[in-house]
Every structure is written in structure tokens, then in C-alpha cells.
């Protein structure tokens, strides 16, 4: 498919820069380009190589906009495979509306999100799940997510499912090659090597399915919830974990109502931390809302933080010797039960409150009443940020980083998980209907099915849909 028509748009951030850049795509871009553009030493801009940079002056006839740089990239040699030019200009917003102006006036029309990558898609300089890392890539905002967009846009993973689509693409030809010669009876696919291809497909498939929950938290971040009772301190761990105020810290009891979420970056990886408003019982309204709030956002965490004080008064409290603390245990037993599988970190805040005699006591207490099993135990101040740093090596060693260490194919993409998912469920049948000896006619459709999965993945498959839906998501010039 190719575009007879033009695009402008800035590719650069909006608002005041040092330089700013503004990009035309298609087949009139040098033309046009050239009808603004005054090259200092005389040259004509349609007439200069592909790859080259040229110094000129923009002129609205016969006033100056601005001395830029112009790039010129010619079809095929460009990110979007069609004539593109680039104007590097002074970042002045006043002077980028203008230099767009002038194009638009010139015969270009403004692109529209993501619609260079788009063209990219289109003229074949990339397929779809590449297309769809360079937007993670621009929006990879620790090590881990851009590790994880680097790789995809490398091809790593689109170039697995492409050879694997091809591979029963052939396979699929011959069972239909054997539908034509219905009554001779006879086979073309050796149905042994079709067994083994469709296990691998079925194994591959499976891995990357799997590898879709390490893929999207590390893109994502980590969700972590800190629950506790109002007051001991989740505010303020927050902060001293994120290092500057955003929560609201205040001495009233239950006034962290509203869940507050924020992401830090623990050695590459992101984690979003859900300040929660406790799971003490309640009778007031807000705050029995704000409970079941509580529950939902450690549903959705993958390590829950539970946090209590270990101060003297909370040591010297009224239950009697040996009890202190029974409450707290209650609580940690009820977060074990509704989730056993998450992992589950226990805090004594506020350590800095206990002197040394104190700090034994209360360690003895602890490990008297606390449950014994499934959970780690960390006391730290929030305040003073003694233990903070232990704190964050502990969550960091919760996730699991295996995958990224070693270069595996993580796939991150909901869109890209649905297609595999789908693609699996027709290779099932597939496997069902060598199984059952199904006839050539009935599994060459299943075999089309599981092709087309493959297909929506890389592209191969498309629609408008489909493609609007994926680069309305882009930002625009990109
Ligand atoms: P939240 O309701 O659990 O979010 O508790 P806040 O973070 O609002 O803290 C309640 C009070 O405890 C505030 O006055 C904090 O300054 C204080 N606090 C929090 N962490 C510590 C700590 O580690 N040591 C001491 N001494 N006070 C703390």
C-alpha cells in the first residue's frame, strides 16, 4: 500500500526546546521542502543524495523564519520508506507553528498519531510487533521495560512466531494439496513430522504465554500494597521510599482514605506502590470503604507490604505479657489466608522509637506471637530511613529477573497474549484432530485458524481496525 499524500508534524516534544524537529513523509516531502527551504550556498534540495544535511534559512517568501538544518532521506532509505525530510530548527514554539504552517500551506496535511511508524508498518520496514515496540520504547521508563522494548523491536520474538507460521503454512499447503486428490487417498504431509511441528508450536507457544506475567509487570512495574492500621506509618514509608512528600502524612488517625499510587525504580525494575487505608473494623462509612478498597488493590498487588509500629508505647500496651501484639498476628494471619500466594512482607516501623534495651524485647515478643511461616519480617524506621535500604533489596529479590537476565523472549503486549492464546486454542484442536484421525478437510481449517493468530501477531494479518486501534496509542510525529 502506498500514500500519495504528505505528512507534517513536530517529532519533538511540544513547547520551548534548544532545537526542535519537524518531519514531512511521502512523495512530495522533498518537493515541498524545497519550496521553503533556501540553501545558504545555492543548492536545490530536490537535487542532493539521500542521507545528506543541508544549512538553509525557511523563508515565508521573503521573510526568515528561522536557519535550520535540513536532512534529506530518500524512498526506500528512511524510517517510513518514503521521501522524508527533517527540519532542525530553533526550538521556539512560535517558530515550529510557522514552519508547520508553511508546510501545510505548501501541500502536506498533519499526520495523525503514530501514523510515520504506521507508514513504516506498511511500506514493510517493520512488521506490526516491531511497530509496537517503538511506542514501549519511547515510553520505557526504567531498564527493564526499555531491555524488554529493545528486543522486541529487534525482532527476537516476531522472527520466532514468523518461522513457526511459515513451517505450518507449508504444512497446511500440503493437507490441502491432499484435499484435491480426495480419492486416491493419499498423503502428502507426513503426519509423523506434522506431529512433531505442531508439539514445538504447541511448547513455544506455552512459553510465551507463561512468559507474559514476568513481561508485563516489568514493563509495567511491580504492584505492591502497603496495608496497615491508620497511623503507623505507610504515608511516610512512601515517602521515604519515593524521597519527597507526596502522600499525605498526618497524625490522624484513618486519614489515608484514598489509595495514593507511585512508582520508584529498584535496581532497573519498577515498582508501583499502593498506599492503602488499612484493614482495621470499622463503623465509620469512608473509612469501612476505604477497607474493601484495601482488599481489591492487594488483589491486584504482587507483594503485599503489611506494616505496624513497634513503639514503646505499642510494646508497653495493655494486652498482657505474651499477648502483645496478638492483634497484629490476627491481621497477618487474615492477609496469609485470603492470599497464600503472594508473597508477603511484615514491617515494625517506627524502630527508631525504641531504645536498646527496648529493641530486644520487642524482638522477643515478635517472634513469640507472630506466625511462624510464609512471610518476611523487617523492622525499619520510615522516619530515620534506617532499614529502608534493606527493604528495597528485599522487594527487588521478589521478582523474579531470570527471564531478563538471560535474554529470553518475554512477550509484554496484551494484544500480542490474546493472539497466542487464541493461536494455542486452535493448535489444540489441531492436535485433537490428528489424535482422532480427522479428515484433511476438517483440520486444514483448525491449521487456517491457528495461521491467522500467527498472523495478527506480526502483522501479516491486518485490518483498519485493528491498525487505528494500535497507532491511535502513538504519539503524534512518531
Ligand atoms: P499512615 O496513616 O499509616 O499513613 O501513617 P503516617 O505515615 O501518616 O504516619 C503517622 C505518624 O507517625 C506521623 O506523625 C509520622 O511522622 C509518624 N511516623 C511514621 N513513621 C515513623 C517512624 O519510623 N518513626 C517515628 N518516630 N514516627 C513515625
Given at each position: 500500500m502506498t500514500h500519495t499524500d504528505t505528512i507534517v508534524a513536530l517529532?519533538?516534544?511540544?513547547?520551548?526546546?534548544?532545537i526542535a524537529i519537524i518531519r514531512l513523509s511521502g512523495n512530495d516531502a522533498i518537493t515541498i521542502a524545497a519550496k521553503l527551504f533556501a540553501s545558504v550556498s545555492g543548492?536545490?534540495?530536490?537535487k542532493q543524495k539521500t542521507h545528506t544535511v543541508h544549512l538553509g534559512n525557511i523563508m515565508d517568501d521573503t521573510r526568515v523564519i528561522d536557519q535550520v538544518l535540513a536532512t534529506v532521506f530518500k524512498n526506500p532509505n528512511s524510517y517510513t520508506g518514503e521521501n522524508v525530510v527533517e527540519f532542525s530548527c530553533h526550538g521556539s514554539s512560535y517558530i515550529q507553528q510557522e514552519i508547520i504552517q508553511l508546510c501545510l500551506r505548501n501541500g502536506c496535511r498533519m499526520a495523525q498519531a503514530g501514523e510515520f511508524t504506521l507508514r513504516a508498518f506498511l511500506s514493510g520496514k517493520m512488521d506490526l510487533s516491531q511497530a509496537e515496540a517503538v511506542a514501549d520504547l519511547i515510553s520505557s521508563d526504567s531498564a527493564a521495560s526499555h531491555q524488554l522494548a529493545i528486543q522486541q523491536m529487534r525482532g527476537g520474538f516476531s522472527s520466532e512466531i514468523k518461522q513457526l507460521r511459515q513451517e505450518l503454512l507449508d504444512f497446511a499447503s500440503l493437507i490441502e494439496l491432499e484435499l484435491d486428490f480426495a480419492e486416491e487417498d493419499?498423503?502428502?504431509?507426513?503426519r509423523d513430522e506434522f506431529q512433531k511441528l505442531i508439539t514445538r508450536i504447541t511448547h513455544v507457544l506455552k512459553r510465551l504465554i507463561d512468559s507474559f506475567a514476568t513481561g508485563n509487570v516489568l514493563k509495567n512495574g511491580i504492584p505492591v500494597a502497603i496495608v496497615g492500621e491508620p497511623n503507623v506509618g505507610k504515608s511516610t514509608l512512601l515517602n521515604a521510599l519515593l524521597n519527597e512528600e507526596r502522600a499525605i502524612v498526618s497524625d490522624i488517625a484513618g486519614t489515608t482514605r484514598d489509595t495514593i499510587e507511585d512508582e520508584i525504580t529498584i535496581g532497573g525494575i519498577g515498582f508501583r506502590f499502593i498506599d492503602t487505608a488499612g484493614i482495621r473494623e470499622t463503623t465509620d462509612t469512608i473509612e469501612g470503604l476505604g477497607i474493601k478498597k484495601t482488599f481489591e488493590k492487594m488483589e491486584q498487588a504482587q507483594v503485599v507490604v503489611y506494616l505496624f509500629e513497634a513503639s514503646p508505647s505499642a510494646l508497653r500496651a495493655s494486652p498482657p505479657k505474651g499477648e502483645k501484639y496478638s492483634s497484629i498476628s490476627v491481621e497477618v494471619e487474615k492477609i496469609k489466608n485470603r492470599f497464600p500466594q503472594k508473597p508477603l512482607l511484615v514491617i515494625a516501623n517506627k524502630i527508631d522509637e525504641l531504645n536498646v534495651t527496648d529493641r530486644s524485647a520487642f524482638k522477643k515478643q515478635i517472634t513469640k506471637t507472630l506466625?511462624?511461616?510464609?512471610y518476611q519480617l523487617l523492622t525499619l524506621s520510615a522516619k530515620t530511613g534506617e532499614g529502608v535500604e534493606e527493604l528495597q533489596t528485599t522487594l527487588f529479590d521478589f521478582v523474579n529477573t531470570g527471564a531478563l537476565r538471560n535474554n529470553e523472549t518475554i512477550v509484554t503486549n496484551t494484544r500480542h497474549y490474546d493472539s497466542l492464546l487464541k493461536a494455542l486454542e486452535e493448535i489444540h484442536k489441531v492436535q485433537q484432530g490428528i489424535d482422532s484421525n480427522l479428515s484433511s478437510d476438517l483440520m486444514a481449517i483448525d491449521i487456517r485458524q491457528a495461521l491467522y493468530y500467527f498472523g495478527e501477531i506480526t502483522g501479516e494479518i491486518s485490518n483498519d481496525e485493528l491498525l487505528g486501534n494500535i497507532f491511535a496509542n502513538f504519539c503524534i510525529g512518531k
Open positions: 517529532a519533538t516534544p511540544s513547547g520551548a526546546g534548544a543548492k536545490d534540495l530536490t493419499v498423503e502428502f504431509a507426513n506466625p511462624t511461616t510464609n
